[in-house]
């Protein structure tokens, strides 16, 4: 090594708190985008008044409060029910007569986050005849967002947004029909949660979800490099049944996936694909 070369200081502590992370938690970061984790653990840094990343370091290796007050800020956690209504329109139109034809129904949501993308399809489901038929794996790397989920309660402030969505979605009832008002929040009918089952699963490290119908990992993969994209997509191949549906998000795409050949496209716009082989 030159010695007149300066180290880079800062990518030394990144990896090192990357590393440290999976040593002592087991959660991996150390194949998500940097520039999308340098920004939040910069953020975590500014908002905990903490100097240096080495800091850091120590403050969670000594402390698992503090780790768990990092993890919620590196795990993305944004989301909506019925986020893009014109997806779960065209998954109504034309993935649901392919699910009709099945007697029995395993559905995987990929980093559900905070729940609200699982009751929308849930809602979906309950209105097409297919709820009774389905068992829905909802999974995060975070289990408190799990903890969060399993409760199914939403503040009151987002219930316009979540309306219109409903709606623009192809909805065939009510939106109040769906849950209960109370105080500042909603908590959605107990009915929805019958077929939910939730689990921690980082896609990072874990394995094979089997024989699913349809999985749904939208607008996480955007975070993750392009080793652990591939890793990801062999995941959801060898996890789908013959014919089973993989839903992504709207800026992201089979395209250049080990796997895509094995993938008709059931509509481009929406990024809906069938698993032929």
């Known amino acids: 090594m030159d010695p007149h070369l300066q180290p880079d200081v800062d990518q030394i502590e990144y990896e090192l708190l990357l590393e440290a992370i999976y040593q002592a938690y087991g959660y991996d970061f150390r194949s998500y985008s940097q520039a ?31 780790f768990a ?96 969505n409903y709606l623009r979605s192809g909805g065939k009832a009510a939106f109040s029909d769906y849950y209960t008002a109370r105080y500042d929040n909603v908590i959605m009918d107990a009915v929805l949660k019958r077929h939910l089952i939730f689990a921690d699963h980082d896609l990072a490290t874990d394995q094979v979800f089997g024989e699913m119908q349809v999985i749904f990992c939208r607008n996480v993969l955007i975070y993750f490099n392009k080793n652990l994209q591939q890793r990801v997509f062999d995941l959801f191949h060898e ?27 059931v509509d481009v716009h929406h990024k809906i694909y069938r698993k032929r082989y």
Not at 52 to 58: D, I
Not at 85 to 110: N, S
Not at 242 to 251: H, I, N, W
Request: hydrophobic residues 40%; glycine residues 6%; neutral net charge.
């Open 69 to 164: 007050h990092l993890l919620s800020d590196l795990t993305i956690n944004v989301t909506e029910m019925f986020r893009d209504p014109e997806f779960y329109k065209a998954f109504r139109d034309k993935v649901v007569p392919l699910l009709r034809t099945h007697p029995y129904l395993k559905i995987w949501h990929a980093g559900c986050s905070t729940g609200e993308e699982i009751y929308s399809m849930a809602i979906l489901l309950m209105e097409e005849g297919l709820y009774e038929r389905c068992h829905i794996y909802a999974t995060d790397i975070d289990h408190q967002v799990l903890e969060q989920a399993k409760r199914g309660i939403f503040p009151a402030s987002a219930l316009k947004k979540y309306t219109q």
């Open 36 to 66: 999308s984790m340098r920004r939040r653990i910069q953020h975590h840094l500014t908002m905990q008044s903490i100097e240096h990343v080495s800091l850091l370091q120590g403050k969670i290796l000594r402390d698992r409060a503090a």
């Open 239 to 265: 996890s789908l049944d013959l014919g089973g549906m993989l839903c992504l998000g709207s800026k992201e795409s089979l395209r250049s996936a080990r796997c895509e050949g094995s993938f008709e496209v």
